[in-house]
């Protein structure tokens, strides 16, 4: 089992659609998780952090689930601005991966 | 000025040549990391440094070295450039908030 795992996408949405991202990682020491944004050839961005509780930021909702090891994002009213990769982030205590993990991430393309 | 700063933003070098990509950051991290993304591929780890005296082989060490010359600054190098090493290369460095990364730098080897 890969350390972190995405759907690769695409995810084909319209203008407005709700949509779900999930990533499942396979580490159960790990300690923090992170959403990252990554638009075509530039650097990944924060898009926001994942707590335990579950977290809002806007139209946006990160979700964790520790027992089965997976989080989620949940993109409301999605814009033509969301398209972009979405990057799940995992952190590990330290080890060969310098304690932090990324997934391949899952394409979104927003339609008019 | 970015608080990641990598240099150059794109480089094409040819197959055998010394190259150096360096980086430079203003958060005052101690940690700081290297690597290249290929498409569909996601991002591998080449070399991370969490102080200047700690530096530690990623994924995919092979074929490259690093520098870091102080707390602000870490540099790969690629002693003898192959094509296969045509990548965008992001350096970045991390708090317990997360990463932040540079614009990354296109190289390409002919």
């Known amino acids: 089992r890969k350390e972190v795992e995405q759907d690769p996408g695409p995810f084909n949405v319209p203008e407005g659609a709700t949509v779900a991202f999930n990533c499942t990682y396979s580490?159960?020491?790990?300690?923090?998780f992170f959403w990252y944004r990554q638009d075509c050839r530039k650097e990944p961005k924060l898009l926001m952090s994942?707590?335990?509780s579950g977290n809002e930021d806007g139209r946006f909702t990160a979700q964790l689930n520790r027992a089965s090891q997976y989080i989620s994002l949940l993109i409301r009213d999605s814009k033509l601005s969301d398209s972009a990769t979405y990057l799940c982030?995992?952190?590990?205590?330290?080890?060969?991966?310098?304690?932090?993990?990324f997934g391949k991430g899952t394409k979104l393309s927003v339609k008019p | 000025d970015a608080d990641v700063t990598q240099t150059p933003r794109n480089r094409i070098t040819k197959t055998g040549k010394r190259i150096m990509l360096e980086c430079s950051q203003t958060?005052?991290?101690?940690?700081m990391y290297w690597y290249r993304q290929d498409p569909g591929l996601g991002l591998q780890l080449i070399y991370y440094?969490?102080?200047?005296?700690?530096?530690n082989k990623g994924e995919i060490s092979d074929g490259y070295s690093v520098s870091r010359q102080a707390q602000a600054k870490f540099s790969l190098s690629l002693e003898s450039a192959i094509p296969n090493q045509t990548a965008l290369y992001f350096c970045?460095?991390?708090?317990?908030?997360?990463?932040?990364f540079g614009s990354g730098t296109r190289l390409t080897v002919v």
């Open positions: 982030v995992v952190t590990f205590p330290r080890g060969s991966q310098g304690n932090l993990i």
């Open positions: 580490n159960s020491a790990s300690q923090s």
């Open positions: 994942v707590y335990s």
């Open positions: 958060k005052g991290h101690d940690r």
């Open positions: 440094s969490f102080d200047v005296k700690d530096i």
């Open positions: 970045a460095t991390a708090w317990y908030d997360g990463y932040t």
